[in-house]
């Protein structure tokens, strides 16, 4: 190793050092094998090697340098001419955008101000304006993102006038410290703006659900959007809370069974087809917008609607249970699509769990066990 690569690598290692604990600490498992503090499913989507701490070898660990702002893939990130390992060594900034950055835990918020507590333990008090753009939730279910959002302990990026730092040109709260407790189980009771679920434990617990709450579920009603009308009692939910509310969730995500069903048709109404199944007993399915038609129309398209089902015709369909005791197909096909779509057998239980779907659109009609809890 040469002297100046060695320099590099001890200044890292009193970098690394001086970060807390909990910022760099990486427990060897199959999730992070070379032990930089990112996870392979992290550095394959920021295009390192999961196998390598330090894919440039410039003497600063990936994940390191992840959290300096700096490219774990360019070993001069400033295009400075130096190494940006050996700018950490030097006590030189490898990310020029630092000098008008603050990163930190918020302490406190006041009417036009919030100060932070940064890693070192100082505390910055930066001034809000009418100019200044702010990137956090909207806590308060206002529709409008104000300071007020802003709690105690929020983890923020915050960026400063270049003419004057004490003024915040943004301030970003950090997604992966806003998340705080899961709340998994099934819905015993839906109000105008809040679940009811029943936990696993046997506890119940209220959750409340705002503008800013991310909804992901079947689009029951076929409005395009999803909304709390999406949610029926019975569900299973799976919801993330606020770290700052542990009443207010972040996200809330419905998890459905498929079943899938077969049969011919029997009879079409305007958003409704009645199917015979192969045991002679029938089943009415609801048909709304967020449906998928495998239909062909009459002059061979792929673009038929229920209109051009006839009496007879064999029919697949993947369903889950709709509002007011029906059943909703997520997609329905009819003819040689039936055959081609690859529902697979009459009456037959789907694999795992269809998911949700995000303004209308399905997330997938066909999943292997349970998917990710992805936050």
């Known amino acids: 190793m040469s002297l100046k690569h ?13 970060l807390p604990a909990s910022a760099i600490a990486a427990k060897a498992s199959k999730t992070d094998p070379d032990r930089d503090g990112l996870s392979n499913k992290v550095e394959k989507r920021l295009g390192t090697n999961a196998r390598r ?10 994940g390191v340098e992840v959290r ?18 050996a700018e950490v060594a030097a006590g030189t900034d490898p990310c020029p955008a630092h000098a008008n950055e603050v990163r930190g835990a918020v302490a406190s918020v006041g009417t036009d101000s919030v100060t932070i507590t940064k890693p070192d333990g100082t505390a910055a008090k930066l001034t809000v304006n009418a100019d200044t753009k702010l990137r956090i939730p909207d806590t308060d ?40 407790e899961e709340v998994e189980g099934l819905v015993t009771a839906i109000g105008a703006t809040s679940l009811t ?28 959007k999803i909304t709390l009308a999406d949610i029926l009692v019975g569900d299973k939910v799976e919801a993330y809370m606020s770290a700052s509310d542990a009443t207010l969730a972040l996200s809330v995500k419905v998890e459905v069974e498929a079943t899938k069903v077969a049969g011919t048709v029997a009879s079409v109404g305007a958003n409704s087809v009645t199917i015979t199944l192969a045991d002679a007993t029938t089943k009415t399915l609801t048909v709304n917008s967020a449906t998928k038609l495998r239909i062909l129309a009459a002059d061979g398209t792929p673009t038929g609607t229920l209109a051009d089902l006839k009496v007879g015709d064999a029919v697949r369909a993947k369903t889950v249970a709709g509002s007011a005791g029906t ?17 697979g057998q009459p009456g037959a239980r789907g694999n795992g769990n269809i998911g949700s779907q995000r303004g209308g659109e399905p997330s997938g009609e066909r999943r ?8």
Not at 6 to 18: K, P, Q, W
Not at 154 to 174: F, G, Y
Not at 203 to 217: E, G, M, Y
Request: aromatic share 0%.
């Open 6 to 18: 060695l320099t590099a690598a001890i200044a890292a290692v009193g970098l690394i050092a001086s």
């Open 68 to 85: 300096l702002g700096t490219n774990p893939l360019v070993k001069d990130s400033d295009k400075d001419g130096v190494n940006d390992g």
């Open 327 to 343: 059943t909703l197909a997520l997609c329905l096909s009819a003819g040689a699509r039936a055959s081609e779509d690859g529902h």
């Open 197 to 224: 679920v029943s936990k696993e434990d046997g506890s119940s617990a209220t959750v409340t659900i705002n503008a800013d709450t991310k909804l992901r579920a079947p689009d029951r009603d076929g409005s395009g």
């Open 368 to 375: 292997g066990g349970r998917g990710g809890r992805g936050r």
């Open 141 to 180: 279910g206002s529709g409008t993102v104000t300071l007020a959002d802003l709690k105690a302990g929020d983890k923020v990026n915050a960026h400063t006038s270049t003419t004057d730092p004490t003024i915040a040109v943004s301030i970003s709260v950090k997604g992966e410290y806003q998340k705080g």
């Open 53 to 62: 701490a330090d894919t440039d070898r410039d003497g600063l660990k990936d």
